[in-house]
């Protein structure tokens, strides 16, 4: 069964400082993999995906992340954070038809200024 | 843009008590999921649907049931509410994609239901 680490329960940044959140999965064969943000008081929204293809991928806000296959990861990453990033994030692995998403346990991003 | 709300953010019930937790999506998705969140356990699957009056059992299902009646809503429901279910709950949808398996659906997420069982 697949499942997902992010070892970093919280991290504090400063503003305009880079970021990576890093993430680990568990799974044979090639994953789908999800980043999603939670700000304080909201539902998940969706950041930026990987199913297949260039192992670099864009996402909304600023935000990339890094499938590196060799190492099972799938890293979050923003050149200069901003205060209003400040919130949790959880990566998430599918795998295999008809299955769902496994989440991991969230990092809490902190912003200071 | 796809709408998921849940009926209460904030609900405080005691133990022992039935308690129902609503949800509603407007973008006539036909999968429908509910997930409780607590700290340092990420988000886990309790029970979800493909279509109305389906219902399959997820990670964490004891203690919950859930009803689909009706496409856009999605209920889940605590029997006997035990303190061990205070938690933060979510429900999402996503639309079925005709070949595409499931996991590759982007989730749609309201807002949360805190609950606290006392």
């Known amino acids: 069964a697949q499942s997902v680490t992010q070892p970093d329960i919280h991290i504090t940044v400063s503003e305009g400082a880079s970021l990576e959140l890093r993430c680990n999965y568990s799974y044979g064969a090639t994953p789908y993999l999800f980043w999603y943000v939670q700000s304080p008081g909201q539902g998940l929204q969706l950041l930026l995906k990987?199913?297949?293809?260039?192992?670099l991928v864009q996402g909304i806000k600023g935000f990339e992340a890094e499938f590196k296959r060799s190492q099972s990861s799938f890293n979050l990453r923003k050149p200069s954070v901003h205060w209003s990033d400040a919130a949790e994030y959880f990566c998430?692995?599918?795998?295999?038809?008809?299955?769902?998403?496994?989440f991991g346990a969230g990092t809490i991003l902190r912003v200071k200024s | 843009d796809v709408k998921v709300t849940q009926s209460s953010r904030y609900l405080v019930k005691r133990t022992g008590e039935k308690v129902f937790l609503e949800c509603v999506q407007d973008m006539d998705h036909e999968n429908m999921f509910w997930y409780r969140q607590d700290p340092g356990l990420g988000l886990r699957l309790i029970y979800f649907s493909y279509d109305v009056k389906m219902k399959e059992k997820g990670d964490i299902p004891e203690g919950y049931s859930v009803s689909r009646e009706k496409k856009e809503r999605f209920s889940l429901i605590l029997e006997s509410a035990s303190t061990n279910q205070t938690s933060m709950y979510l429900c999402?949808?996503?639309?079925?994609?005709?070949?595409?398996?499931?996991?590759?659906?982007?989730?749609?997420f309201g807002a949360g239901t805190r609950l606290s069982v006392l």
């Open positions: 999402a949808s996503t639309q079925r994609v005709p070949g595409q398996v499931l996991a590759k659906n982007i989730q749609y």
């Open positions: 998430a692995v599918g795998a295999g038809y008809g299955n769902k998403l496994v």
């Open positions: 990987y199913f297949s293809g260039d192992t």
